[in-house]
């Protein structure tokens, strides 16, 4: 299936609760269509996998319809398709594969399967292709934490990951308990502004490793503990107080692991991606590590954080580029995890 001169790539990404489509230009992005179901899955403060999946499927067709409107691009003018393949919600990622496959399959174009957390990283790469090797990329997720080392391009080595809830998702699971809507980072992010950050102090069980993995659970007991006991409801006046102290634990949980991890490895870059990236105190705080070891940091712009196609398409030009002699590749399956 050798072809010179591919140019167009149509991605798709549909791993959670996003639907998006982006279509690329010799990797540049054209269009990056992201269509949230934030508000299916508000009323029960968390994602309902299969409200998931079937909102995908009737939001498919129109997604990837739109990206090629916005990009000035036909159907048939793809070169290649990308899409991804996990980890994520299994009947989710189901949906944008068969989809791919079915594109894939019609046109004769080859398909390029990514991993999703890799396409995280791989956003802060679009809007800085100068990223210099090694990199330390800490990925701060709904689903994720994950922190990883990149020797070179495309040379992943996962250094930690939780070991049970991911960072968005305890903030996620606090906003629930406290009845503020879903997902939690932003409005947490909301209320927390102005709050004390040092107010309430949080007991931090310590992990029995030396390695990089993240606990977020023990937080997230200790926050209920400290809700139940200061009756903290949605109009008590500490909440600012009390969820600016929780953001501080959490963002300081996330850059520790990450502080010793400069010490260890001693990259060139430092990148900050996921959905939680958009927290302005966790951005802050990332910062300000950096600067300090004199390090450049790199974080993607908010858009780009959170789940996107644009992201899936740029990781899949990289491999293409890395790799040319692409295939149909029909036989490519879903991962959860
Ligand atoms: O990367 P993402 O869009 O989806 C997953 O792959 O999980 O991340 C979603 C997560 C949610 O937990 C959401 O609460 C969190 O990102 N989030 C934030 C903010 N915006 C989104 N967390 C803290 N502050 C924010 N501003
Ligand atoms: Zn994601």
């Known amino acids: 299936m050798a072809k010179k001169n591919r140019r167009f790539l149509l991605a798709i990404e549909t791993s959670c609760d996003e639907t998006s489509a982006a279509i690329l230009d010799r990797g540049s992005i054209l269009s990056n269509i992201i269509l949230s179901q934030d508000e299916i899955h508000s009323p029960y403060g968390g994602v309902v996998p299969e409200l998931a999946s079937r909102q995908h499927i009737k939001s498919i067709d129109y997604v990837v319809g739109e990206s090629l409107i916005q990009a000035g691009v036909d159907l048939e003018e793809i070169d290649l398709f990308a899409v991804t393949q996990g980890p994520g919600l299994i009947g989710s990622l189901l949906v944008g594969l068969t989809f791919a496959k079915g594109l894939a399959y ?9 991993d999703h957390l890799q396409a995280h990283i791989e956003a802060a790469f679009l809007e800085n292709p100068e990223i210099e090797y090694p990199v330390l990329a800490l990925l701060v997720s709904g689903g994720h ?16 990951k939780t070991r049970d809830d991911a960072a968005g998702e305890g903030l996620d699971k606090i906003a629930k308990f406290l009845g503020l809507g879903y997902p939690g980072g932003p409005v947490i992010e909301k209320y ?19 390695g990089y993995d993240f606990s977020f659970s023990g937080l997230k007991t200790a926050a209920l503990k400290i809700i139940r006991e200061n009756n903290l409801t949605r109009e008590h006046p500490e909440l600012n ?12 949980s996330l850059l520790e692991n990450l502080a010793r991890a400069i010490e260890e490895f001693s990259p060139q870059s430092l990148i900050l991606c996921g959905g939680v990236a958009r927290n302005k105190r966790l951005r802050t705080r990332f910062a300000e590590l950096a600067q300090k070891n004199q390090l450049p940091a790199y974080i993607p712009s908010p858009r780009l954080c959170t789940d996107n196609a644009g992201m899936v398409g740029a990781l899949a ?19 959860p995890r």
């Open 106 to 114: 019609y046109f004769r174009r080859p398909l390029i399967g990514v």
């Open 145 to 160: 934490t994950s922190l990883y080392y990149l020797k070179e391009p495309l040379n992943y080595r996962l250094l930690g």
């Open 192 to 210: 927390a502004q102005g709050g004390d950050s040092s107010h309430f102090h949080f007991s931090r069980p310590r992990l029995k490793t030396s």
């Open 241 to 252: 107080n009390f969820l600016a102290s929780f953001e501080e634990i959490v963002v300081r």
């Open 317 to 335: 030009w990289k491999k293409y580029q890395a790799y040319p002699e692409v295939s149909l590749n029909l036989e490519i399956d879903a991962y």
